[in-house]
């Protein structure tokens, strides 16, 4: 088998196409990273063909590319930088339509990556959520859901990170049996437990994302105010903008927001914690909950975040429903108020995704189930 990773970015794209190499099943990986970034995010050299222009265009103020018009110029890029010899081609939600029919006159099967729940179930929970504080959601463009919805019809198969992102396409029709649940993986060396120092009375709730109401952050923001006197909040992530008109009608004691952080600082991050807080409202399956249970953190989080995958409630940390502030409060004050009671959740949480959770699990679960698709 050989397998053609298409991905217009980064995602953890990287890693899968990464881990096929070494196992000499990957025939190409189109992105619009440049190679030398590739290299040296991935670790390893791989045959690697890059929209790069496209990259500079989303990056660089002043060369503007909404999300659409990228989508479909990397879906160009990638119909006519296909492989000869390939079985598969995996490519990215929204960005793989234009290179669905060629890959099949090439006589491979197409999965389509979807990292989160299905779009529109994804786009009316944050057009609800946006629309109760008096916000439009306009995130989500009108060809960039049309275009996945085509890719949903045309596939041969579509990839999901959870049990719970696929229920939401189960919900909508598409068959259970075309659909490939695959949690992702984490790097339990550079994510690891470190010893915490003492920083005085406050325990320190981390919370790592898009600081913003998909993430669940206001309703966070309400649960912790109860607690603000024993414990501190740290908002680590970029910082969605109508969050800032936000923050000054929500309780903001004890909470640091502290921007985004480079991929290098996590690690210390997660160290300097002592429980990691994730309340989604919609998810697929966050990396960052693997960090922060590899390094050792008691978990506080939402079905829609995927944990019912990999997290036991009440043994590696707690599951409470998405928009209940008064449980997701009881559940950290549980952890806030019992240093035992987080040391056993903590362990609970590294050993627990010691056991089948790495990248390298990631792809070989990825493999079973592309020989399944082929077969």
């Not at 890693?15 to 189109?30: D, H, K």
């Not at 629309?131 to 596939?155: H, S, W």
């Not at 996590?266 to 994730?278: N, T």
């Not at 056993?344 to 990248?359: S, T």
Request: some cysteine.
């Amino acid at each position: 088998m050989k397998v053609c990773v298409s991905v217009h970015g980064r995602f953890h794209a990287f890693e899968l196409a990464a881990g096929l190499q070494r196992r000499g099943r990957l025939a190409s990986l189109l992105t619009t990273y440049p190679g030398f970034a590739v290299d040296r995010l991935a670790g390893t050299d791989m045959p690697v063909r890059a929209a790069w222009w496209l990259e500079a265009r989303r990056r660089v103020p002043g060369l503007a590319i909404t999300d659409g018009e990228l989508a479909a110029a990397f879906g160009r890029f990638a119909a006519t930088h296909l492989p000869d010899g390939a079985d598969l081609l995996v490519g990215w939600s929204a960005s793989t339509l234009e290179a669905m029919t060629p890959a099949k006159a090439k006589g491979m099967k197409v999965v389509i990556e979807r990292g989160s729940s299905h779009i529109e179930h994804q786009t009316q929970v944050l057009r609800d959520a946006y629309a109760a504080f008096g916000l439009p959601f306009e995130d989500t463009q009108p060809e960039v859901i049309e275009r996945e919805l085509a890719e949903y019809q045309n596939a041969d198969a579509i990839a999901v990170p959870s049990a719970f992102a696929a229920r939401t396409f189960v919900e909508r029709g598409v068959p259970e049996e075309s659909l490939l649940v695959n949690p992702y993986g984490v790097n339990l060396a550079q994510f690891a437990p470190l010893r915490r120092e003492e920083r005085g009375a406050r325990v320190r709730i981390v919370f790592v994302g898009r600081v913003g109401i998909r993430k669940g952050v206001p309703g966070l923001l309400k649960a912790f105010a109860p607690l603000a006197r024993e414990a501190e909040l740290h908002l680590v992530g970029p910082v969605e903008p109508a969050m800032q008109d936000l923050f000054a009608t929500l309780p903001m004691d004890n909470v640091a927001v502290r921007g985004a952080v480079s991929a290098d600082q996590l690690p210390s991050v997660y160290a300097d914690g002592d429980i990691f807080c994730l309340p989604s409202l919609e998810e697929g399956f966050p990396l960052v909950l693997l960090q922060a249970m590899a390094s050792g953190l008691a978990v506080v989080t939402t079905p829609e975040s995927g944990a019912e995958d990999i997290l036991t409630d009440g043994r590696e940390g707690y599951i409470v429903p998405s928009g209940d502030v008064e449980l997701q409060t009881s559940a950290l004050a549980k952890l806030c108020t019992d240093a035992e009671l987080r040391r056993q959740m903590g362990a609970a949480a590294r050993l627990r995704v010691e056991h089948g959770w790495c990248w390298d699990d990631y792809v070989d679960r990825a493999l079973a189930l592309y020989e399944r698709v082929l077969s």
